[in-house]
């Protein structure tokens, strides 16, 4: 494959935007408020990877596998070969336990194999998910099983629960610096603010080299989804916001704009 060839995101209307898809081998912000569709489009991304051939790797810190295999259950997308790293921090044990940092032997899962009962504290060791411990692992991964698309659920809750508030830049810097000289297509969720003001995003918004922003809005006592390429560097973008609707395929991106 050409450095610049594009390849599809699997969000019909979106590649469109794109003029053809993504520009390989680099990371793509996709910022939203909850509920505005980002952990479906990152769904999308991953299974148009699964459908052509590609190995595909979903990296869950803020929900639990299970939970994120229910929620996807309604768009009955086979999802079964797709690998599902496990790095949620258990923030809801209260007793003193022993916290062990996540380890570079730590293997993912395939979703089918992930169980979609609710998952109880007990059932998991408690890790301390720190962003030296996860890239190591990581590129253990990377050199092991040769993935082509990369997702990371989310950046959001990396900062809060696996950085200092002191190294944040410098840390998301290296995380995002990493990732790229990987050589791996990924998506960086990340949850915007309410009000979505771009002064008021995150550090790693800035950083990234391409920012998608899907957003969330009431009007006239509805809530509508939209979405904008907000920056894209490397390749043409359409610059428009435009409608977004969720169907039993997943997120469609409409051809008009909003005005």
Same mark, same amino acid.
């Given at each position: 494959?050409?450095?610049?060839?594009?390849?599809?995101?699997?969000?019909p209307g979106l590649d469109k935007m794109l003029h053809g898809g993504l520009v390989p081998a680099r990371p793509y912000i996709i910022s939203g408020r909850p509920g505005s569709g980002k952990t479906t489009l990152s769904m999308q991304f991953l299974r148009e990877g699964l459908e052509g051939g590609e190995r595909c790797l979903f990296i869950a810190l803020e929900e639990p596998p299970n939970e994120i295999k229910t929620n996807m259950r309604p768009f009955r997308w086979n999802l079964d070969d797709l690998d599902v790293l496990d790095a949620n921090s258990?923030?809801?044990?209260?007793?003193? @336990?022993?916290? =062990?940092?996540?380890?570079?032997?730590?293997?993912?899962?395939?979703? #089918?194999?992930?169980? &979609?009962?609710?998952?109880?504290?007990?059932?998991?060791?408690?890790?301390?998910?720190?962003?030296?411990?996860?890239?190591?692992?990581?590129?253990?991964?990377?050199?092991?099983?040769?993935?082509?698309r990369v997702v990371v659920d989310s950046m959001t809750a990396l900062k809060y629960f696996c950085m200092r508030e002191f190294e944040e830049t410098l840390t998301t810097q290296?995380?995002?610096?990493?990732?790229?000289?990987?050589?791996? @297509?990924?998506? =960086?969720?990340?949850?915007?603010?309410?009000?979505?003001?771009?002064? #008021?995003?995150?550090? &790693?918004?800035?950083?990234?080299?391409?920012?998608?922003?899907?957003?969330?809005?009431d009007v006239k006592g509805e809530l509508r989804r939209t979405l904008t390429v907000r920056k894209m560097r490397f390749t043409k973008h359409d610059t428009g916001k435009h409608p977004v609707h969720v169907t039993r395929d997943g997120l469609i991106v409409a051809e008009e704009r909003v005005a």
């Open positions: 494959m050409s450095p610049r060839t594009k390849i599809p995101t699997g969000v258990d923030i809801r044990r209260f007793e003193p @336990t022993p916290i =062990l940092e996540i380890s570079t032997e730590t293997e993912p899962v395939k979703m #089918r194999d992930v169980e &979609e009962r609710i998952r109880k504290t007990a059932d998991f060791e408690s890790h301390e998910v720190t962003v030296h411990s996860l890239q190591n692992l990581l590129k253990k991964l990377f050199v092991k099983r040769k993935y082509h290296s995380f995002i610096r990493f990732l790229t000289e990987s050589g791996v @297509t990924s998506l =960086l969720v990340a949850e915007s603010p309410e009000g979505g003001r771009m002064t #008021r995003y995150g550090v &790693e918004q800035f950083l990234a080299d391409s920012f998608l922003h899907l957003a969330l809005e």
